[in-house]
């Protein structure tokens, strides 16, 4: 319909140039130059009238592919008071344009959602250019790692290296764990990148996640099962020793107490067996009792919650410490903030982890000039409750940081080395962690998360 009036515009136009013509050609000849001019004047007009109307609706159309190109679809053509040549081109500009803008509205509505997963979730995104600006990045990102902001990704270096470095080395394809310090916590994260192209750009993803839990846990199960079987199997080797042992002294003794007939032993060497008989027994009970004492601990699965008020639990240790640090002049402090600061746990899981944290912190302060130990209780700004042990003891070398919560392993003449790892373990079973940050000669703290 609308090239239909527009070859009937255009043919009225020229059939109007026709008859103006054959009018100027008409007076010409007859002399009379006034018509002549008139009719010059206005085929000059009609002329320019039809230029009009044939380009105008290419003018519509170059002004609606210039809206596109500048992805303006908010300009609206107008379908009731315009030429009715051009009332359908101007509706079919309007249909295109309210399709772009649904289309534009769903891109929006599927990119917000997008981002809103990718905020919520907590895997650390960033995401940067060649020349390592930051195109974009998420909460968990900024969090984990307490940065308010990243422009360009080698501005990281700055804040913490060793990550840089482990990102910068990151292959795609090929995660990597790297160990790393941000504040007061330490952490392992899980590095994975891949890189791709956007219009003509090229850019790396970059993805992290904490899995220091996860890893603590597989190396706690780890180190339980190997536990279990080695517990087992010297409960079974020394048994049978302790319980010999056992005999062979009872019929040294029964021997000795025969004095009715002449001695055919030597009285001191008999005195010595015996004794070494003894010896034997004492270490092999001991190394049985402590054995039985690992395996309880190590059956324990599921901790009984109950609601705990802090402040309770930092004075009833205290009171079961009392007379034992006030031998050694060791000072017991607790602050708790709030006052009424709760906690869901195990009470006495969690007396028997603080008792041994306790414990440990009196052997690092024994022979300084003022030995104090702190208890700290404190709400975090994401709600988590955190529980301190703080010392102004020797400290703890730096090598030997991260071996202290391996079963067994200790550094004192007469510690079992079973304390830090069953508090591991203990705060593991409550979906927690506990970690420690110490200085040589300036004192440590243990820190429990829940």
């Keep these: 319909m609308t090239f239909k009036r527009l070859e009937i515009g255009i043919f009225f136009r020229l059939l109007a140039l026709l008859v103006l013509l054959y009018g100027a050609v008409y007076y ?8 002549v001019f008139f009719a010059a004047f206005l085929i000059v007009v009609l002329v320019l009238e039809l230029a009009r109307y044939v380009t105008r609706s290419n003018k519509e159309l170059a002004s609606f592919i210039l809206a596109v190109k500048y992805r303006d679809f908010s300009q609206h053509f107008n379908e009731e008071h315009t030429n009715p040549s051009l009332k359908q081109l101007h509706m079919a500009f309007n249909q295109i344009n309210s399709t772009f803008r649904q289309l534009s509205a769903e891109k929006e509505a599927q990119f917000k ?8 979730i907590d895997t650390g995104i960033i995401s940067y250019d060649a020349e390592g600006h930051v195109e974009w990045v998420n909460e968990s990102f900024k969090q984990t790692l307490e940065l308010p902001y990243l422009r360009n990704i080698h501005a990281l270096q700055k804040r913490h290296e060793l990550l840089y470095d482990a990102i910068t080395h990151l292959e795609p394809g090929n995660p990597s ?26 850019f790396t993803l970059i993805a992290f996640k904490n899995v220091s839990h996860a890893l603590d846990e597989t190396e706690t199960e780890a180190w339980q099962k190997l536990l279990r079987v080695m517990t087992h199997e010297i409960m079974n080797s020394v048994a049978p020793i302790a319980s010999l042992a056992d005999t062979l002294r009872r019929h040294v003794r029964l021997e000795k107490e025969k004095t009715t007939e ?10 010595d067996v015996e004794e070494g008989i003894r010896i034997i027994q004492h270490r092999s009970e001991g190394l049985l009792n402590f054995a039985q004492v690992y395996r309880n601990f190590s059956k324990i699965t599921t901790p009984l919650l109950t609601t705990i008020y802090v402040q309770e639990l930092f004075h009833s ?29 195990d009470s006495r899981l969690m007396e028997q982890v603080l008792i041994n944290l306790i414990l440990n912190a009196a052997h690092a302060v024994e022979g300084r000039e003022h030995p104090q130990i702190q ?8 709600e988590r409750v955190t529980l301190e042990v703080i010392d102004n003891g020797t400290g703890i070398p730096a090598e030997l940081l991260d071996s202290i919560f391996i079963p067994f392993f200790t550094t004192h003449q007469s510690g ?15 979906k927690g962690s506990i970690q420690v940050q110490s200085v040589e000669g300036a004192g440590s703290v243990f820190r429990l998360h829940f």
């Design 113 to 120: 959602y997008l981002q809103t997963v990718l905020e919520l």
């Design 416 to 430: 079992s080395g079973i304390g830090l790892s069953l508090a591991k373990q203990i705060m593991h079973l409550h």
């Design 375 to 382: 208890l700290v209780g404190k709400a975090e700004e994401n």
């Design 28 to 35: 010409a000849h007859k002399s009379t130059y006034a018509p």
């Design 262 to 271: 002449p001695l055919l032993y030597d009285p001191d060497l008999l005195d």
């Design 317 to 345: 240790i205290r009171a079961l410490l009392a007379h034992q640090l006030a031998e050694k002049d060791i000072e017991l402090r607790i602050s708790v903030q709030p006052v009424d600061l709760l906690l869901q746990a």
């Design 177 to 202: 764990v790297v160990k790393l310090t941000v504040g007061k916590r330490t952490m392992q994260l899980l590095l994975s990148a891949t890189s791709f192209k956007l219009h003509g750009r090229e």
